[in-house]
C-alpha cells in the first residue's frame, strides 16, 4: 500500500503506487463515456492518453515531495483520486477536486470524508492560506461537499458552462487556513 495520507472512518487518503497505474487507466480511458466524466467537467472533453504517456503523468504528479494526485481507498478497493493544481504560485493559490470513478460509490459520504482529509493534508504541508475548489452548477453532489466541508460560495459566473445544449453557471468555492483549522481534524 501507497504511503497513507489521511484516514477518516473506512477512508484511507494514499500515494499512488506502480501497482496502481493499470487501474487508474482503465478508470479513465476503458470506457467511451464514462460516467463519472458526466459530472467533471463535461464542458471539456476527455483526450485520451497512451499508456506510456499516461505513466509519466502519474510519475510527474506523484513525484513532488506534496503529490498533486492520490488515491482514495476503502477497503483495499480504489474509489477515485483526489488533485490539486497551482492556480496562483505567487499566493500559492490551489485549487482542489475529486473524481469518483463508479457511480456505485457516490452518495455514500465516502467522497466527503475522503476531501476532508486531502483539505487537511493540503493545510499542514503547503505553504496556503486558501484553497478553492471550482465545479458547475449541475453538480449539486460537488457543492455538496464544499458546503458540508464549510467553503463558502466565493464566485458564480452565470451561464458560462454549456453541457447537454443546456447553460450552468460556473461555482467557486473556498476556504481560508484559519477557517478550516477552527473546524476539522482528520
Not at 22 to 48: C, M, R, S
Not at 69 to 90: A, R
Not at 112 to 119: L, Y
Request: aromatic residues 12%; glycine residues 8%.
Amino acid at each position: 500500500m501507497g504511503q497513507i495520507l489521511g484516514k477518516l472512518d473506512e477512508v484511507i487518503l494514499r500515494t499512488i503506487e506502480e501497482k496502481d497505474i493499470d487501474d487508474l487507466y482503465q478508470f479513465i480511458y476503458g470506457e467511451t463515456n464514462p460516467e463519472w466524466k458526466k459530472w467533471d467537467a463535461p464542458y471539456y472533453p476527455l483526450v485520451h492518453e497512451s499508456r506510456e504517456d499516461f505513466h509519466k503523468s502519474v510519475e510527474k504528479a506523484t513525484s513532488k515531495e506534496v503529490p498533486s494526485w492520490v488515491i482514495m481507498e476503502v477497503n483495499g478497493q480504489i474509489l477515485g483520486t483526489l488533485s490539486y493544481y497551482i492556480e496562483d504560485s505567487q499566493s500559492m493559490w490551489i485549487e482542489t477536486g475529486i473524481v469518483m470513478y463508479q457511480a456505485a460509490d457516490w452518495n455514500k459520504g465516502c467522497g466527503t470524508k475522503a476531501m476532508q482529509c486531502w483539505i487537511t493534508y493540503l493545510f499542514q504541508t503547503l505553504p496556503i492560506v486558501r484553497i478553492g475548489l471550482t465545479t458547475w452548477s449541475g453538480n449539486v453532489r460537488m457543492m455538496g461537499v464544499g458546503t458540508k466541508l464549510g467553503m463558502q460560495v466565493e464566485g458564480r459566473m452565470r451561464k458560462c458552462r454549456i453541457v447537454d445544449g443546456i447553460y450552468y453557471d460556473s461555482i467557486r468555492m473556498g476556504m481560508l487556513r484559519e477557517e478550516w483549522e477552527a473546524h476539522h481534524l482528520c
